[in-house]
């Protein structure tokens, strides 16, 4: 049974950082594909950054480059979104999703509900000075 986990969301202003939290039993971070995704309200998910654990092949979306990013302690079995430069639109809920297949980073980003089969609860992320 895999069971992950969010934690660390809240308020941030805009420019500031947050980093999330993905704690993960049941199934290896550093197998299949993991990524993480955000649901703004009315809107379908979508994928803020994929990888793939067989190549390292790894999907940012276009809106995040440059500003977030996936930190990982296999120990601790956790991955982490570090999120920089934080803007008023990064505002959603986010989640970490697992899939044990590989397969291309940006497929997984790109069809979450298809790509990814394990999910968390969400975290919501409101930006906002």
């Known amino acids: 049974h895999v069971q992950l986990v969010e934690s660390g969301g809240g308020l941030v202003q805009p420019g500031g950082s947050l980093r999330l939290s993905c704690t993960s039993s049941?199934?290896?971070?550093?197998?299949?594909?993991i990524g993480w995704f955000r649901q703004f309200p009315g809107n379908q998910r979508e994928g803020v950054i994929c990888?793939?654990?067989?190549?390292?092949?790894?999907y940012y979306a276009e809106s995040v480059k440059g500003r977030f990013t996936i930190v990982r302690d296999s120990a601790k079995n956790m991955m982490y979104l570090q999120m920089n430069d934080v803007k008023v639109e990064d505002t959603a809920v986010y989640y970490c999703a697992t899939a044990p297949a590989y397969g291309p980073a940006q497929y997984h980003c790109t069809y979450p509900r298809l790509a990814m089969e394990n999910w968390g609860e969400g975290t919501l992320v409101t930006v906002s000075s």
């Open positions: 990888i793939n654990n067989n190549d390292g092949d790894t």
């Open positions: 049941g199934f290896s971070l550093d197998s299949g594909a």
